[in-house]
Structure formats: C-alpha cells, structure tokens
C-alpha cells in the first residue's frame, strides 16, 4: 500500500499557505473559463478542497472526492458544504459532465487517462504541477510540459487544449528550524541548503519567515 501523504503537519502547513495567498482563487478562475454552470463537475483527489469549495460558492455544480477521510472532514468543517465524499474514484459508478484534477492523477500512467474519462460525458480538466514534488523526487518521475502532454494526448487519439501557467503560493514559518523542516519534507532527497535562499524574514509575528512557491503547472482540457 501506498504510503499516506496528507498528516496532520501537512494540513496545518497547506491551511496556513491558503491563508496568506489567493492561490485558490486564481486557480478556479482558469478552471471557470473551461466549465460552465449548467454542467455537472467531478473532482477526484480533491484533498482539502478549496477549489471546489469555490466554485461551488460560485454556482458550479460540483461534487468532490477523496480517498483520505481526514481531509474530507477537514473541508467538510471549513466550508459548511455538502459536496465532499470519501471514495475512490475507482470504485464509483457516477458520471459527471466534467471530471476535474488538481495534482492528481497521472495521465500518462497505468491508464489513468482512460480511467478518469470513463467518469466523464464531456471532457476531463486536468492540471498537473511541474515542480518536483516528493513522490517525484522519491520515485524519480518527471512530470511532462504543455507540448509533451499534448503530444502524448494527440498519440492516443484525444482532442485537447492547454497552457502553462504559475501562480505564487508562499509558505508562511514559525522560524527557520521549521522552514528547514518543510523543505525536507517537501523536497525529500534535495539539498535543503539550495532552498533557504528563497526564505525570507516578515514583518509578521506570529510567521516571521516565508518561503517563495511560484507553482508552474500545465492545465488541459481533454475531450471525451
């Protein structure tokens, strides 16, 4: 089994960033211009769930899944929806106009592409970060730009779209020994010392340091 990768630290550091930036907001609004209101939206691997708690304030139609019970409840508890359900994807029998996905499941992977889609009547929106994170770094993947994903898309008979794009998204710290923690955590199996250069002091004081996070990622929309 696949170790867990939300903790309780990793919660408090994701709901804290949240806080202090209006990444969510921005990301939803690239989502907005590839869905419509009178469609009926899927988001798998939704982990905390702050886009589909946006769009759902925004008058989407969203209903939004995770395998991990403890951020659901988390997501549940913020935003006083009812959209969130604890499931795997794999296992369910639902079909929505749109399926949606944050950092979430690989495309060009053991057919997660097909997978997914078979959840859709129309199109897949999918997003997928170009930083390495910690599965990649851990299990040496390297996560594929805009023109190779829609290489990869166009090979196996898809029509789709895309663009690259970075949204910031700083880490506020209690201090530098915590800084140096979540780099380590983040960036296992790299040289913690490359990344302090990016933290810097505040005048905040209750986190006196923030860790730049300028996230490129590739959005796609695949139709069925």
């Given at each position: 089994m696949e170790k867990r990768w939300w903790n309780d630290r990793k919660i408090e550091w994701y709901e804290r960033a949240s806080l202090f930036s209006?990444?969510?907001?921005?990301?939803?609004?690239?989502?907005?211009?590839?869905?419509?209101?009178?469609?009926?939206?899927l988001e798998f691997g939704s982990g905390l769930g702050y886009v589909?708690?946006?769009?759902?304030?925004d008058g989407y139609n969203i209903s939004s899944y995770d395998i991990d019970e403890m951020v659901i409840e988390r997501a549940k508890e913020r935003s006083s929806l009812d959209i969130y359900h604890t499931a795997d994807y794999r296992d369910?029998?639902?079909?929505?106009?749109?399926?949606?996905?944050?950092?979430?499941?690989?495309?060009?992977?053991?057919?997660n592409l097909s997978s997914l889609l078979s959840h859709a009547n129309k199109r897949l929106v999918s997003i997928h970060?170009?930083?390495?994170?910690?599965?990649?770094?851990?299990?040496?993947r390297k996560t594929p730009g805009l023109e190779e994903s829609l290489s990869f898309l166009r090979d196996n008979g898809f029509e789709a779209n895309g663009k690259e794009i970075t949204i910031p998204f700083p880490q506020p710290l209690l201090s530098m020994e915590e800084a140096e923690l979540f780099i380590k955590e983040s960036y296992p199996e790299k040289d913690v010392s490359l990344y302090l250069p990016y933290v810097k002091k505040t005048d905040d004081k209750t986190y006196p340091y923030m860790l730049s996070n300028k996230k490129r990622m590739v959005i796609l929309s695949i139709d069925k």
């Open positions: 209006d990444f969510h907001t921005l990301l939803s609004r690239e989502i907005e211009s590839l869905i419509n209101k009178d469609e009926s939206i589909s708690e946006i769009l759902a304030k369910l029998e639902i079909r929505g106009d749109v399926v949606l996905t944050i950092f979430f499941g690989r495309l060009w992977s053991d057919d970060s170009l930083h390495t994170g910690q599965n990649n770094a851990i299990k040496g």
